[in-house]
């Protein structure tokens, strides 16, 4: 067994992202295909950055003639002009950052060098615009605000918000510095997250001796096998940081040896002190953001970031995951010590580590539950799963999915939807592309290629994604999910949800980012509910039905592991809020400082962040001082999804309730506003604490 190198990985690109034929840029023309979607088997490259650049200019021009307008600024030829402007910007970014996400490539990489400062600069241009913020200030101190409807009122303080959060209350040199700071920012965030692609890509490790496979299910080996083929290295058994193949050898794996390596070849991605290592990248990264925060007048990252969000400061960030994690500790401590009671009674003779916890996890799972994981996985073909995906949808709001063929992807693996309501309109199309690739970053995300809102009257078609790393097909057998990417699944369908069914007016919309993760998670809920399960999880081979027993073991083990899954994620979740609240890095041992923040938390040594800095996407990629959002949002989901087991799980009621209140205008009001619309009351933490088993009584 070694550890690889990049090189060897790069020769395997399984399956080109496509491109087209040359000619006229198609992005600068009206598609011209079926609900506008974009031409992907036209689109080039090389056509992204000059739409960049035209759309730039066409924005430019449209804001010219807003501040030209010699008319006193109203809502309408000031706010409303402001959003519905930059359209042809707004479609080429979404579809560029789609591609750069999820089909990337070398050219398309060096593409986002160019078109990443290029819109960073432009967004300054808009902030920084001294007589737009002038007209838009008109608005907001005019007496028309008392009289606008509760969405333009929201819409008018957001973008107003915007402005000042932008650096327009600044003097000439602090703008200076804030672009220069923004510029940089756009560029290191990038070069982050390449170095986090190729590291995934580039970790893993190599067996020879099949002697050191035991334990794994003939699929794992199976799959290991496959990818050393395409690696070039026929007759061995590679294994990767991909989740698909990196969790079951950590799961079955008898050869401690093996899950160690591989589970370091994990952690120590971009740590490595090589060309990809990030600890000077994240420093620089972090620094600036203090930079910027101060220039802004605020403290820290933490303290600006939170600033529009639910929690609204850091003290409420920390005292909420206060709470969660000393019965969550507690939890994970009993579950190791567990673990260290059988490698004892096994005479193992060694301290449990963090590369053995899903190993002894499995083992305990067994004994325990008399469950198997592996167990599972017949019954969750990925058809399986979308049809219970699909059909939750049916059942709760009445919507149909019908596959269509005839819409232009960007890889062959892409499928696509045309999702209808109950009444047969069409609502939006749903991209699903599962499987993972080296042109895809790691994970499971849904995005989209284009938002809905209301232009001339007439609602816009949403284009939603979603996209994952599922484990592939393999040795004849369909793709068979594990139980995580099947309420990966569910949850990344949620965020669609919210995007097909939104019936906001305006084009920006402002949900929190600790409000975001309602929608999804909500779904999670009822992936293994009986209820629904009897409905979808058949027998690949036979059809038969899960059977009852099975969803019992299940049922009963729903709390197991649930400490450890909690600490992991917590300890991550401290450590982004550290990185943004603990004062500047720029002197900072990045390693050290990880570990002084664990040790501060008393993170216990088997267990550790579920992401370390160095590789935490999340927290330069959109979530800055916000991984915290998953369980903050959790507290709204769990006390949500009371609200249809108080009446029953697919109580139809219930959810046109949800989908008018949430689905349908998260971000178009103050959310907090709109959960009691839905709830007719505030969330409560309690349904959370008693879905996690945190009320530190059971077990
Ligand atoms: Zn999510």
Redesign the pocket.
């Known amino acids: 067994m070694k550890l690889g190198s990049v090189a060897l990985v790069l020769a395997f690109l399984v399956l080109p992202c496509l491109g087209g034929a040359a000619g006229e840029n198609p992005l600068l023309k009206p598609f011209g295909t079926p609900f506008e979607v974009p031409p992907f088997d036209r689109i080039e490259t090389g056509h992204y950055l000059p739409a960049v650049r035209e759309g730039i200019r066409i924005h430019n021009s449209e804001i010219e003639a807003i501040t030209a307008n010699p008319a006193p600024a109203d809502f309408g030829n000031t706010v409303e002009a402001l959003d519905t402007s930059g359209k042809l910007l707004e479609t080429v970014r979404a579809v560029f950052y789609s591609q750069t996400g999820a089909c990337s490539s070398d050219e398309l990489m060096a593409a986002a060098r160019e078109i990443s400062p290029l819109l960073s600069s432009h967004n300054d241009d808009v902030m920084l615009n001294d007589r737009l913020f002038a007209r838009v200030k008109a608005v907001y101190d005019s007496r028309e605000k008392a009289k606008l409807a509760p969405d333009s009122l929201y819409l008018l303080e957001n973008i107003y918000g915007e402005f000042v959060r932008g650096g327009s209350l600044l003097g000439p040199e602090k703008r200076a510095r804030l672009r220069e700071i923004n510029r940089e920012l756009s560029l290191l965030s990038l070069k982050f997250a390449e170095n986090v692609l190729s590291e995934t890509n580039g970790s893993f490790v190599v067996v020879d001796d099949a002697s050191s496979l035991a334990g794994l299910p003939e699929s794992v080996v199976a799959m290991g096998a496959e990818t050393a083929r395409e690696m070039k290295m026929e007759g061995k058994w590679v294994f990767t940081a991909q989740r698909p193949s990196w969790t079951p050898v950590l799961q079955y794996a008898s050869d401690r040896k093996l899950r160690e390596e591989l589970y370091k070849a994990y952690v120590m991605r971009c740590d490595r002190d090589n060309e990809r290592d990030n600890k000077q990248v994240l420093q620089k990264l972090v620094s600036l953001r203090y930079e910027r925060a101060a220039l802004l007048g605020y403290s820290d990252p933490a303290g600006y970031h939170l600033e529009n969000r639910m929690a609204k400061e850091p003290k409420a960030v920390t005292s909420f995951l206060d709470r969660l994690w000393k019965p969550a500790l507690e939890r994970a401590g009993a579950e190791a010590r567990a673990m260290q009671a059988l490698i004892d009674r096994e005479k193992g003779g060694f301290r449990l580590a963090p590369w053995d916890w899903w190993y002894y996890a499995e083992k305990l799972r067994k004994e325990n539950y008399d469950l198997d994981e592996s167990e599972l996985r017949p019954y969750f073909s990925l058809d399986s799963v979308s049809a219970g995906v699909f059909g939750l949808g049916e059942r709760l709001f009445g919507l149909k999915f019908i596959e269509r063929k005839d819409i232009p992807v960007y890889h062959p693996e892409v499928k696509v939807y045309e999702v209808k309501d109950a009444g047969g309109e069409t609502l939006g199309l749903l991209y699903t592309d599962f499987f993972p690739r080296d042109s895809k970053r790691a994970g499971a995300?849904?995005g989209g290629f284009r938002d809905s809102w209301l232009e001339d009257g007439k609602r816009v078609i949403p284009l939603s994604t979603i996209v994952c790393t599922f484990t592939r097909p393999a040795a004849g057998d369909p793709s068979l999910l594990s139980v995580d990417e099947v309420t990966t699944f569910f949850?990344?369908f949620g965020?669609a949800l919210n995007t097909l069914l939104f019936e906001g007016r305006y084009r920006r919309t402002f949900a929190p980012l600790d409000s975001?993760?309602l929608p999804?998670?909500i779904m999670e809920n009822w992936a293994l509910k009986p209820e629904l399960l009897r409905s979808y999880a058949r027998h690949y081979r036979t059809g038969e039905p899960m059977p009852q027993a099975l969803i019992e073991k299940l049922r009963k083990s729903r709390l197991f592991n649930q400490g450890f899954q909690n600490v992991e994620y917590l300890a991550a979740a401290y450590l982004d809020i550290a990185w943004h609240s603990k004062g500047d890095p720029k002197d900072r041992n990045v390693t050290k400082f990880e570990e002084n923040v664990m040790k501060e938390i008393g993170l216990i040594p088997e267990i550790l962040p579920r992401y370390r800095s160095v590789h935490f996407s999340h927290m330069i990629g959109g979530y800055t001082a916000g991984y915290y959002a998953?369980i903050w949002a959790a507290v709204l989901d769990a006390d949500a999804f009371g609200a249809f087991k108080e009446r029953s799980l697919f109580d139809r009621k219930t959810a046109l309730s949800f989908r008018k209140n949430i689905l349908a205008s998260l971000g178009t009001e103050d959310t907090m506003t709109l959960y009691k619309k839905f709830r007719g009351r505030e969330p409560k933490v309690e349904p959370l604490l008693e879905q996690r088993g945190l009320l530190g009584t059971d077990r």
């Open positions: 995300w849904s949850h990344e965020h975001v993760e999804s998670q998953y």
